[in-house]
């Protein structure tokens, strides 16, 4: 969600303790954070409310994140206005495998599907082990239900001097029959629940679909042939529509399938790539300014948050550009505000002409924009310096804004468009997002005062 922040980084931990990935939840404040931190098979998440767990455990930003997810409730999360149970429920549904902790300090009822309580003030490993623990014993599996105990003796398993453990006790009920995979690993026997799952994570269906139907068909020679594919016009098959449009082909080698017709199965396919699409256009939609097309401020923080972790891991820079338009108000007071978007539109227009592919360009609000400058693969040349080619970047485009005429404004623009902003680069000018971001509103403010129509690189960053 939109205050998630993510953590990769940590020291070598050994033995069991490391065999797992695991992605980690913090709810509200916890106090885990720290003792989660270090351990570099855990992926750290934060973010304020309980719903927004429920949001980051079915969106994760990149397909690296583990698999496994424990989420961990902290002592403010029990004051969101949303039910517990019904929180803990929804987090199921998104899903199933998912571990639920509390700490010992939540109020828990009774009826509640908390899988583990653990004190706020348990050892680091102590807590590490307990994450795994909970993320195994909720793997799904045949059986009975399965009871884990850590106490002191957990210590002897792990690196490190022995510190005084509390107990805690892990109990866990058998998966349900719809658990029979985790949500997004398709196999045999499994129903529509795994395309629910893909589609809540924002993945393809397509392929899980062939395969739930050659699976029920009894026809392994079933497949799709997408509308966009060059071979779909001269292949014959049974057409996969919705309200009239054709999403592509379905074919089989035997006809038909013991399951039913290809045109039965071709009316379910069809079904589900249009809520496929449909699931695109609002991911695009909550992502995007409709005005010009950038991202969104919502984007933007969780994109940043991502960046700042995967820079802190590989040891590389992030930067940030904040800036906005001098005297918007009065272009858009003299020329109305069909002048004012077209400005906008056009100011992004030309942010991305002078980007890197990797860049994200961003309207945060009004006539504020950022833009993350990123390389997620490090420099492409060795002798690169980073914020000084991000200044480079930053300057040409002060530039063309400058020289760039605007048809709406005509000959009666008051001159000029110019913009003030601020560069602050990671690590030096912030280590987090609302760090970074504050350093780059004061140095765009100091622009203002001191005449507007420049853009000022942090001095910590301009020294390196």
Known sequence: MDSAARSRNGDHVSGAAAELEVRVIL??????????????????VRVRTPLEAIGELSDPIDEQSPRACVVIFGDDSQDDPDPRDAVLKGLRLVDPAVGVVGLSTCHVSAESE?????PADAPAELVRTLVRDV????????????????????S????????????????????????AEPPGEPASGVGDDVLVGLLLRGRDITEAAVRLLRERSGDPTVEFIPA???????????????????????????????GGSLSIQAAWLAGWLRLRDQQEQLREAAFTDSLTGAWNRRYFERFLHAAIEQARLHRRSVTVLFFDIDDFKQFNDRHGHEAGDEILTETIKLLRSVVRPTDRVCRIGGDE?????????????????????????????????????????GQGAPGPLTISGGLATYPWDGSTVEELMRKADELSLTCKRQGKNAIMLGPEAGAV
């Open 27 to 44: 709810v509200g404040r916890t106090g885990l954070d720290a003792k989660l931190r270090l351990d570099p098979g855990l992926e750290l």
């Open 114 to 118: 908390f899988d583990a309580v653990v």
């Open 135 to 154: 993320a195994k014993l909720r793997r799904p599996r045949s059986g009975p239900p399965v009871s884990s105990t850590l106490s002191s003796d957990s």
């Open 156 to 179: 002897a398993t792990l690196s490190g001097p022995a510190e005084p453990m509390t107990p805690v006790v892990v109990t866990t009920t058998p998966p349900r029959p719809f658990e």
């Open 228 to 258: 966009s594919a060059p071979e779909s016009a001269a292949t014959t098959g049974t057409p996969v529509r919705w309200e009239g449009r054709t999403l592509g082909l379905l074919r089989s080698a035997a006809g038909t399938g013991a």
């Open 369 to 409: 924009f950022a833009v993350i400058f990123f390389e997620p693969e490090g420099p492409r040349h060795s002798t690169s310096k980073h914020p000084t080619d991000v200044c480079q970047i930053a300057h040409r485009f002060q530039e063309q804004i400058r020289a760039h005429r605007f048809p709406k404004l």
